[in-house]
């Protein structure tokens, strides 16, 4: 069916009033500058309208709010089929939610366990089994063919008398190894057993003893069947361990889930882990001395007291109070810890504020100095005892839990069933694989089903989206994705592109926002918006074909760059550093080999590798959780490893990652890098302020004076939706402005603080010229590249890549420090490689203002601008972790064993 989506007027944000055509059924790239417009299309228009005509179709009650909510900002769109969009982002915060449970393998494997699932008595380590009759006939046929026997049951299963026996059929008692008749019996003797039948076990009695066998459990829940000359077996209706008799509940599928009652362990809830008091955020700093407040929570000035008892108790006790406190003994760390003379010990102190966790204050307290501890009774599974009694191919759920994704799929692939449980679990096996299958396709065959989903990174939580999508088998669906490529390798991106397109050809409409060159050249259709970003985008530049795109005579900067027109050109020389290094030592955080790996300082340093190699685990949970424990004590957890040496050599450390600057509206890019106070000062100056007797402070949207109290300076009101997301309208009193009308009044230039906030930070270079402090910081922001973004721009609004840039800017404004190590993880995300080539003019800039630069990256534009790389791998999850390969790019893309030197050979044109 052919057709399209016609959007007639797009005018949201920075998009000037365009008309843009989407193919039906066809894979579309939405390319350009970063702040060109492309999100605002993509997501802004498409998705936001399609998920408005859902609200539409939904109940009375869901309608009543749509008049609420605004439409996009355009004239009309036409051919628009259900919006289904796969963001860039990772918004889980639920412990409960793990990799498994988000593409529904897990629950598909607890339906496999309680439908196909082998019970082990955990005393015998044998398999317990429900026997039906013709079971057990079929067991006494293969091991007593031949031999006498007497089938009975245990006379207090009935509490019958022997007339009532004799009434139902049964004839004789068995008593101590012998057959007594019942006629003449007024009760029975203890130990006697009811006799059901007596048979000799052949093939041709097959019938008789099922029949037998039938007949005794409709009285008893056990038979006893007395091999004559041999031995009792005892055999019952329930699930029940042969050996010790240990009896079990049938498997059903809530038994195998840590999110019910049901299944989850009772001592963490089904967490796997217990909050505990952690040794190593009590004494952040161990090279500290207990004079010098080691014990970080004893340092408050509201627990001076126990300081003084601590140390006082300590030199009454031989403690060393002027020693550093790794170097102490492990009796005078005990002391410390269990309690001296007055001191009650860090262990007493936390009990005394247990009893205190009533109050707000305390817990809050208490929750600095607390980890995740694994739970001893479950360890770690999350489940009860009983759910790991039950395997399948030798294996309880939480082990395959465990396994990463390609092993997983190995041992399915491996897995034998019988017959009559491939009848039971055919379906349930096929959905199992075809997921696994995609998340394998995907590049995510490192994760493991039991990753909580809160600690994917954006990408990765976007591929298991996906995958999840893959698995749904919808059609006629328009899919909207956010830079899919985030985190992936280059080895791993035609696979990726596969996907894309399968999902095509299954009569789904795909629209992917995109830089990657190979992405766009794959792509059916492109629409390139710009030509610059801001004020100077929101223009089509180009939308048609591939084929046509670099036929096409447009001045497409995208087009220049794939062309080889334009681009990043090799440094050079490579920076050799101070000759200084940090040196981390045996690192072993999660799939690290122990590895010991040296960071030359005042370089430009990368990190590559695929995907789950290992990179996140070395910088972030080693490097730089590490070292910024001893210069910011309020770090929560440190990876494992041995030591970090040459920590000497820096003087501070910081991450610039892409978290968001502020949670709310009235955090913004001024805000962050201390431009706003410049800027209401400007006002407070003017003669119109001073009349009215206006401050600082009245210019403000924190603080209460000249803010619009109805909306407290956030300019919109949230409207609670129940069970709907929450939805924000334009405040009534200000409309919006944020501001007092006494405050609007004042100007500046002709233009009042709101008029200010609205301009980019191009045009306020421009305007701020007779204010040089002012247009300096202003200035770096553009250098940036962020020239487009508006200096009141709310921070929930600014994408990842900005609000990392935005930091940068920060940093460069600052005056003094030196010998700084900065980290970047993946800084190329959002940016155009127009943007990558400014950004490396920015990260050089750092090196060369005496700091170093440790950056975590795929783009090979960027690794090969550094000074030194650091390729982990070879491969990602257990096949990974370790160092592949270090040195120069050259020295980099000469080694074959390594998948980045690969690519990096073509990009350095070697």
Known sequence: ???????????????????????????????????????????????????????????TYARQFLERVDRPDMDDISGLPPAVAIESRNSVRNSRSTVGTTTEIYDYLRLLYSKIGETYCPNCDIEVKLRSPEDIVHELLENYHDKRAVLTFPIEDMNPTPKGLLSKGFTRILLNGETKDLEGLDEFPNGSQVVIDRIVIKKSSFSRIVDSLEVGFSDSKYINVHILEDKALRYSKDLECTSCHTRFDEPVPLLFSFNSPQGACPQCNGFGNILKLDPDLVIPNPDKTLAQGAVEPLTKPSHQFRMRKLLESAEEYGVDVHKPFSKLPKKSK??????????????????????????????????????????????????????????????????????????????????????????????????????????????LEYLTLSRLSKTLSGGEAQRVNLACQLGSTLTDTLYIMDEPSIGLHQRDLSRLISLIKELRNRDNTVVVVEHDFD?????????????????RGGYIVYQGSVKNFFKNGNDSLTKKYILEKEGISVPSKRRKGSGKSLTVVGARENNL???????????????????????????????????????HSDIERVGKYDEIKGMDNISDVIMLDQNPIGKTSRSNPVTYIKVYDLIRKVLAETYQAKSKGLTLSHFSFNVSGGRCEVCEGE????????????????????????????????????????????????????????????????????????????????????????????????????????????????????LHAADVKKLLDVINKLVLSGHTVIVIEHNMDVIKSADHVIDLGPEGGDKGGHLVVQGTPEEVAECKKSHTGKYLKKALGL
């Open 593 to 631: 080999k122990n590895i010991t790996m040296p960071f030359p300082l005042k370089t430009f340093i990368c990190v590559t590798g695929v995907s789950g190699s290992g990179k996140s685990s070395l910088v972030h949970d080693v490097l730089y959780s590490g070292i910024a424990r001893k210069f």
């Open 715 to 830: 300019g919109r009101q949230k409207i609670e939706m129940h069970f709907l997301a929450d939805v924000y309208v334009i405040c009534e009193e200000c409309n919006g402005k944020r501001f007092k009308k006494e405050v609007l009044d004042v100007k500046y230039k002709n233009k009042n603080i709101i008029d200010i906030l609205a301009l980019t930070v191009d045009q306020a270079i421009n305007f701020f010229f007779e204010v040089p402090q002012l247009g300096r910081k202003l200035k770096i922001l553009q250098d940036v590249g962020l020239g487009y973004i508006r200096l009141g721009q709310p921070a929930p609004t600014l994408s990842g890549g900005e609000a990392q840039r935005i930091k940068i800017a920060r940093e460069l404004g600052r005056r003094g420090g030196n010998d700084i190590l900065y980290i970047l993880d993946e800084p190329t995300v959002g």
């Open 1 to 59: 069916m052919k057709g399209e989506i016609k959007i007639e007027g797009a005018r949201e944000n920075n998009l000037k009033n365009i008309n843009v055509s989407i193919p039906w059924h066809k894979f579309t790239v939405i390319t350009g500058l970063s702040g060109s417009g492309k999100s605002s299309l993509a997501l802004d228009t498409l998705y936001a309208e399609g998920l408005r005509r859902y609200i539409e179709c939904l109940s």
């Open 334 to 443: 005990d002391l410390v810890f269990q309690g001296m003379g007055s001191f009650k010990g860090i262990d007493g102190f936390f009990k005394y504020l247990e009893r205190k966790s009533y109050k707000m204050h305390v817990r809050v307290f208490l929750s600095k100095y607390r980890s995740a501890i694994g739970c001893d009774l479950c360890g770690g599974s999350r489940l009860k005892k009983e759910a790991l009694w039950v395997k399948i191919g030798g294996k309880n759920i939480s082990q395959i839990s465990d396994l990463s994704i390609d092993k997983l799929k190995n041992f399915f692939d491996k897995l034998r069933i019988t017959d009559y449980e491939s009848q039971i679990a055919d379906e349930i096996l096929k959905q199992i694989n075809s997921r696994v299958s995609f998340l394998v396709k995907v590049g």
């Open 519 to 535: 992405m766009i050249g794959s792509a059916d259709h492109i629409v390139e918006l710009g030509p610059m970003a801001g004020e």
